[in-house]
């Protein structure tokens, strides 16, 4: 699991059939060090909207979370995080 920030939406109207019906946001990953991520798509299974931090699971894990475990899936949003504390002297770099 990891957590990002939702930066935008994705419109697909042709996609695989798996996918019909599900919501689709771009999320940002968090970076805690000095490491560099870029945005991923991600299947909304809660609600999330832009703006939101999230949590996200990949791979099987986010297959399954969709209910349709042949989906074509490979990250799928599985919570909204009211609030996270992070204790920067415990950040190695």
Do not use: C, Y
């Amino acid at each position: 699991m990891w957590v990002g920030k939702v930066i935008g939406t994705l419109v697909a109207t042709p996609k695989d059939t798996s996918l019909t019906g599900s919501k689709l946001l771009i999320v940002q990953p968090f970076t805690f060090v000095h490491q560099v991520r870029e945005p991923i798509v991600a299947v909304d299974t809660i609600g999330a909207g832009t703006g939101e931090t999230v949590l996200v699971v990949e791979g099987s894990s986010a297959r399954l979370v969709t209910g349709k475990p042949n989906a074509a899936v490979d990250a799928a949003i599985v919570g909204i995080i009211d609030s996270m504390e992070i204790n920067n002297g415990l950040i190695e770099e």
